[in-house]
């Protein structure tokens, strides 16, 4: 019954956010209570309390929120245009493409800043993105033979960021951090540079629904009604890859998010890309939100990062998906 009021599920979802990012909020060597926290964004409460609050704990919420929703909608795109259930970010080697070269530049240029880090990533997730596609085309895009080739790129672009983080002067704990994805220590300097990218390109999309739905019903249907489909699909991923950039410049590999978010949100909203879009950000925002929460309760004082939660939920959903596919591809053979 939820399925037919999308406007129901996204105020329930925008609710759910905001509660999950009061709780995130408050845990720490120091707790925080909701009441405590509420009274801080109306202006009130303790002036320790809202520099622990405003200086430290608020960034990673709100960098938790736009690199969810940049890998949701980013997960929605591709599986859209590609018309592949297994499309996503990770699977397509756009993750790894841009953590390697991420990291690659940073270890050649130690005070590169954030923002040509940025746009480094997504240069080197736009070529993997490429490499995976030409390797797994032939007569079309078989959805398993992409995911596995897609796997076997992300791979090999790990160990490019393996061998960069021993080329670099950084500790273990650093090197952890940015091979699984964490929101630790992450201040208001990554907010400023994925905000402006991540807010900007997902109201780009926005403009694209259409063109979306059309893409939905096949390449025939969608150059029928006008589209001019080869083009669209280059500029559709074009920009998920730079969402994907610099969501992985800002935070590092989180894994599966971009894959999970768009089926649940299917199955919550439809395929509708005006209510699917911005329920998938939504979906993305409370899943790595979450997983930041139990990463930071589960054994305290140590922090698990994010982009391990998320490979734990999303890899044996990403098996079944895989076990889906070939089973259904044996169907249509016989």
Not at 3 to 16: E, M, N, Q, T, V
Request: charged share 10%.
């Amino acid at each position: 019954m939820l399925k037919r009021h999308p406007k129901l599920i996204f105020i329930i979802l925008a609710a759910a956010l905001l509660f999950m990012g009061i709780i995130n909020i408050g845990i720490g060597d120091i707790y925080i209570s909701p009441i405590e926290i509420m009274n801080l964004l109306i202006g009130q409460g303790d002036a320790d309390y809202r520099y622990i609050v405003f200086d430290y704990r608020a960034p990673r919420i709100v960098l938790a929120i736009l690199i969810g929703g940049s890998l949701a909608v980013a997960g929605v795109i591709m599986q859209t245009i590609l018309n592949n259930t297994l499309a996503a970010p990770d699977t397509l080697g756009v993750s790894g493409g841009a953590a390697a070269a991420a990291l690659i530049s940073v270890s050649l240029f130690p005070s590169i800043s954030i923002f040509s880090i940025s746009f480094i990533a997504f240069i080197g997730g736009a070529l993997a993105t490429f490499i995976v596609y030409t390797l797994a085309y032939k007569d079309g895009a078989d959805p398993v033979r992409l995911a596995l080739v897609g796997v076997s790129v992300s791979a090999l672009c790990g160990s490019g960021v393996e061998l960069a983080l021993l080329k670099m002067d950084t500790s273990a704990q650093t090197s952890l951090l940015w091979l699984n994805g964490s929101l630790f220590g992450r201040s208001w300097d990554q907010v400023f540079v994925a905000a402006p990218v991540t807010i900007a390109v997902i109201l780009i999309l926005l403009l694209f629904i259409r063109a979306l739905d059309s893409l939905m019903l096949g390449g025939q249907i969608a150059a029928g009604l006008g589209v001019s489909v080869e083009k669209m699909k280059i500029l559709l991923l074009g920009l998920s890859t730079l969402l994907t950039g610099a969501s992985v410049a800002a935070v590092g590999m989180i894994s599966f998010l971009g894959l999970i978010s768009p089926h649940i949100t299917r199955k919550l909203v439809g395929s509708q890309h005006r209510y699917l879009l911005p329920t998938a950000a939504l979906v993305g925002a409370f899943l790595l939100l979450f997983a930041d929460t139990i990463g930071r309760t589960v054994i305290r004082p140590l922090e698990i990062p994010a982009g391990i939660v998320t490979s734990l939920l999303g890899a044996p959903y990403f098996l079944y998906l895989l076990y889906q596919e070939s089973k259904n591809g044996k169907k249509s053979a016989s």
